[in-house]
């Protein structure tokens, strides 16, 4: 397959999935000219609002017609293990990407946005990093290699425990602090915090890892 290898690639790999996206406008301003850019099956209903060229078209098309565009296109089984988002992340993966923006892969199907949460703790897992961001929000995983910043631009944020026991949590510059605190996935208490103002708030964490949950002013 065209671009197909195991080195790193600098760029960043941005996979749209079909979740609906209501402020094309905000997308276009994220965006880079250096993004691998890859739509997967009813995802390529944003390539036209978005007046862009996919650079990998993956689908098993239940959902859209396959364009059948000149360009690299995975035609999946209908029936399988991994959605094609899923999919689109692991092909991804081993052609070398280190870096990733998941857009159109949170809406109203919940059991697709809840697989899709769980993206990031998988690319963790392999030392990658990722970003949700959709109309109202930016998702990140925090985790002791990988602490996070909040700026005044967003209106609250949300520590979520999706997987374990996270240890030494520690907030700074926000309206509630936190040191050396726990969160265990079955109580979640680090809802709907918000940054001082002049501040930004910064969490780091010793031990597990948090969903950090950036909820942008409208």
């Given at each position: 397959?065209?671009?197909?290898?195991?080195?790193?690639?600098?760029?960043?790999?941005?996979?749209?999935?079909g979740?609906?996206?209501?402020?094309?406008?905000?997308?276009?301003?994220?965006?880079?000219?250096?993004?691998?850019?890859?739509?997967?099956?009813?995802?390529?209903?944003?390539?036209?609002?978005?007046?862009?060229?996919?650079?990998?078209?993956?689908?098993?098309?239940?959902?859209?017609?396959?364009?059948?565009?000149?360009?690299?296109?995975?035609?999946?089984?209908?029936?399988?293990?991994?959605?094609?988002?899923?999919?689109?992340?692991?092909?991804?993966?081993?052609?070398?990407?280190?870096?990733?923006?998941?857009?159109?892969?949170?809406?109203?199907?919940?059991?697709?946005?809840?697989?899709?949460?769980?993206?990031?703790?998988?690319?963790?897992?392999?030392?990658?990093?990722?970003?949700?961001?959709?109309?109202?929000?930016?998702?990140?995983?925090?985790?002791?290699?990988?602490?996070?910043?909040?700026?005044?631009?967003?209106?609250?944020?949300?520590?979520?425990?999706?997987?374990?026991?996270?240890?030494?949590?520690?907030?700074?510059?926000?309206?509630?602090?936190?040191?050396?605190?726990?969160?265990?996935?079955?109580?979640?208490?680090?809802?709907s915090?918000?940054?001082?103002?002049?501040q930004?708030?910064?969490?780091?964490?010793?031990?597990?890892?948090?969903l950090?949950?950036?909820?942008r002013?409208?």
């Amino acid at each position: 397959m065209k671009g197909s290898n195991d080195a790193k690639k600098t760029g960043r790999c941005v996979i749209f999935g079909g979740a609906d996206i209501g402020n094309y406008e905000y997308i276009k301003g994220i965006l880079t000219k250096d993004d691998f850019l890859v739509f997967c099956d009813s995802g390529l209903k944003h390539m036209s609002p978005l007046g862009l060229k996919p650079d990998l078209i993956i689908g098993d098309f239940d959902s859209h017609d396959n364009p059948h565009l000149d360009i690299e296109t995975i035609v999946l089984p209908c029936e399988k293990d991994d959605t094609d988002t899923v999919f689109a992340v692991k092909e991804t993966v081993k052609r070398g990407f280190e870096d990733f923006l998941l857009l159109g892969v949170v809406g109203a199907r919940l059991d697709h946005t809840l697989g899709n949460v769980y993206i990031p703790v998988y690319l963790n897992s392999l030392g990658k990093r990722a970003v949700i961001i959709d109309d109202y929000s930016e998702m990140e995983l925090v985790t002791p290699r990988f602490p996070a910043s909040i700026d005044e631009g967003f209106a609250f944020f949300s520590l979520i425990n999706i997987s374990g026991v996270a240890k030494g949590i520690t907030i700074t510059g926000a309206k509630y602090p936190l040191i050396d605190a726990e969160i265990k996935s079955e109580y979640q208490y680090g809802v709907s915090n918000e940054v001082l103002p002049g501040q930004t708030a910064k969490v780091s964490i010793n031990e597990g890892s948090l969903l950090l949950i950036k909820i942008r002013r409208q």
